[in-house]
């Protein structure tokens, strides 16, 4: 009588790192089963044909290890899937409910990428700009973020710079060198040039750069950022705008941040302790991008201004 293994006990045979389907089926884990794992969250789907153990932490080196399975040599990892890898999310809240594309460019001489999941292309990007982490070819930081300056909207492209400055160190001194060696004719490369400009390491979520990034472009003054307010002469309160001299808040509450219910009682004390000290407290939110409610909230900014100036 033949005995079966259970894909469960199948799945001990692969290392505590992402695998491919093909790997799957080398140790005798077909499609179906792979994708009954997948539903049961025993596995999850990192890239198309590349899984991992749920159990396993989405972390930058895990996302390379998937990466490096599925990448040939002449391939380089560019734009938003270069941030991805990089550590800086670029995807929009609705990508992420489907797997993206990788968005992959073959370096000139080689053929393009062609395969389900992925958005192939050739690029002649210099040997300066690419870095090889885990056997994976991807653009550099600095590239990476100029690329993306240049090609996303104004909200996602000042996200992705101050992610960039935030996480690799990046400056504004490099980024604008930088632009003016490679980027002269680049499509994008004004709206690249007034971002860098704008760009600050202090922002900590896409959602705080798209405030920011708002009341500049309604005309509004550039906010402090990551301000703590004292007590008693002691850092208490951190915010994550403000213009301090007017006693104004405003805070980004989005789903990275603010979902825990500690945190929203924490949320919770700091406002009505600003609001009991004299502070106007304005909270946005990722549905407050709409155009009607876009224009509520900087209303409120613009009017709470005015009244502080006043007073």
Known sequence: MTIHASPYSLLETLCARPFSTAQATAVGIDRHELAHLVANRVLRRVLTGVYVRSALPDTVEV????????????????????SWMLGVDTFQY??????????????????????AGCSGGVR?????????????????????????????????????LDGFMRGHGLTHAELQSKLAAQYVRRRGVVQARELVALADPLAESPGESWTRLELIDHGLPTPRLQHWVQVDGRPTFRLDMAYPKHKIAIEYDGREFHEGEERRRNDQVRRRWLLDHGWIVIVVTKDDFASDALDGWIDDVRVALRLAARA
């Open 94 to 115: 609705r990508e992420l409910e489907i797997l993206p594309p990788l968005e992959l460019r073959t370096l000139p001489g080689h053929n393009r990428v062609r395969r």
């Open 63 to 82: 996302r390379l290890q998937a990466a490096s399975l599925i990448l040939g040599p002449f391939v380089v990892a560019c734009d938003r899937t270069a």
């Open 124 to 160: 002649d990007l210099d040997a300066m700009d690419i870095v090889e982490v885990a056997g994976v070819k991807m653009t550099k930081p600095a590239r990476t973020a100029l690329d993306l300056a240049c090609k996303l909207g104004r909200r996602d492209s000042l996200a992705a």
